[in-house]
């Protein structure tokens, strides 16, 4: 069991930003680390983009294999490219693995721009960018299907404890991480009724009320990624927003855990790769595009490297 003053003693370890809320903006750029550029040259490049800025955090994130090549030292025992997922139904997620996530956020968008500008001109000669995407926060913190996302985040010290790898381990204090871009079909989902899409997702739309007994379909969301194993609730700490312009629009979907299983369980339960077989009837309506793992370390292990 995980004591409070070992939690503590993480969550002081924690990149600034994990757990602050609110933010109402945020970037994700995901790049890729060439072999031809060095590790001093990055690491130079790292310490300009990483800048500390008033109202903004940057966080930072590393791919296994950048993770291995920036710090041979040590690696958490868990991490891995995300392998593409195959499930149930024709379902899939991709995997467009990288080497090198920026998660930018704050509460204004112009700050938030201005941090995304000197982290580009810090990287822009040595990194190559594979996702470049703005991300906001809507009224209630409702995603764009008109549901709240986030209620069931665990609190306080429990987020310490979903989010972050455990004191002893390699990377403790540190988190695995994962991010999807998921495409949401808004006019295909829009043609439900409110009682079908709440039978979807898991919850009331309007009241945002857990669905209960006969109510709550096993197909639901709520149902696939509510898990446990062996009695442990197997939580996860999700900072998702809202991304996207008139055609193209979903949920940057981010998640910080404490254990990769975690994350894999509820992925596959997703997909319907479980004894149930049931798969998530989300996934009709959004269609996951990127897929990647990354290792965030905690602040002193970032410092040591830069
Ligand atoms: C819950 C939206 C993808 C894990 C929820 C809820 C919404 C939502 C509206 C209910 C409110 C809440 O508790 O936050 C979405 C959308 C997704 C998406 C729109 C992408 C299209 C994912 C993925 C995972 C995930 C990929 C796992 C890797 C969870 C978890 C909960 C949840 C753990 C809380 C379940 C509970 O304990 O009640 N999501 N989600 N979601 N989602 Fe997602
Ligand atoms: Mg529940």
Redo the contacts with the bound molecule.
């Keep these: 069991m995980d004591s409070t003053e070992n939690l503590t003693a993480l969550l002081a370890m924690a990149q600034p930003g994990l757990y602050d809320d609110p933010f109402r903006s945020a970037h994700y750029l995901e790049m890729l680390w060439p072999h031809a550029v060095s590790r001093v040259t990055l690491q130079k490049a790292l310490r300009k983009a990483l800048q500390p800025r008033e109202g903004v955090y940057i966080g930072i994130a590393f791919g296994a294999a950048a993770w291995q090549r920036f710090q041979p030292s040590f690696t958490p025992v868990q991490l891995q490219p995300f392998p593409r997922l195959e499930g149930k139904n024709g379902y899939a997620m991709p995997s467009t693995q990288s080497d090198i996530w920026f998660w930018i956020h704050g509460n204004d968008q112009g700050d938030v721009m201005d941090a995304v500008l000197q982290v580009h001109a810090a990287v822009r000669d040595v990194l190559i960018a594979q996702l470049d995407l703005n991300g906001f926060k809507n009224r209630e913190e409702r ?1 764009l ?1 008109g ?7 665990p609190k306080e010290l429990q987020r310490v404890a979903a989010a972050q790898i455990p004191l002893g381990e390699a990377g403790a204090g540190g988190s695995y991480v ?1 991010t ?1 871009k ?1 495409s949401h079909h808004l006019h295909t989902f829009n043609k439900l009724s409110e009682y079908e899409q709440e039978q979807v ?1 898991g ?1 009331t739309k309007h009241d945002n009320i ?1 669905l209960e007994g006969d109510d709550m379909p096993p197909t639901s ?2 149902s696939r ?2 898990v446990t194993v062996d009695g442990v609730g197997q939580k ?1 700490w ?1 900072r998702s927003t809202p991304y996207g312009n008139a055609e193209d629009h ?2 940057y ?1 981010i ?1 910080f855990a404490c254990n990769l299983k975690r ?1 894999r369980i ?2 596959d339960r ?1 997909l319907g790769n479980t004894d149930d077989g049931y798969s998530d009837h ?1 996934m009709r309506y ?1 269609t996951a595009e990127t897929g990647a793992y990354w290792f965030m370390p905690a602040e002193a292990d970032l410092e040591a490297i830069l």
């Design positions: 995603d299907t549901f709240v996302d986030g209620t069931a985040n994962l999807q998921w997702i919850r857990e969301h709520v990624t509510d996860i999700r979903g949920l979907f998640a994350i509820q992925l997703m989300l959004s």
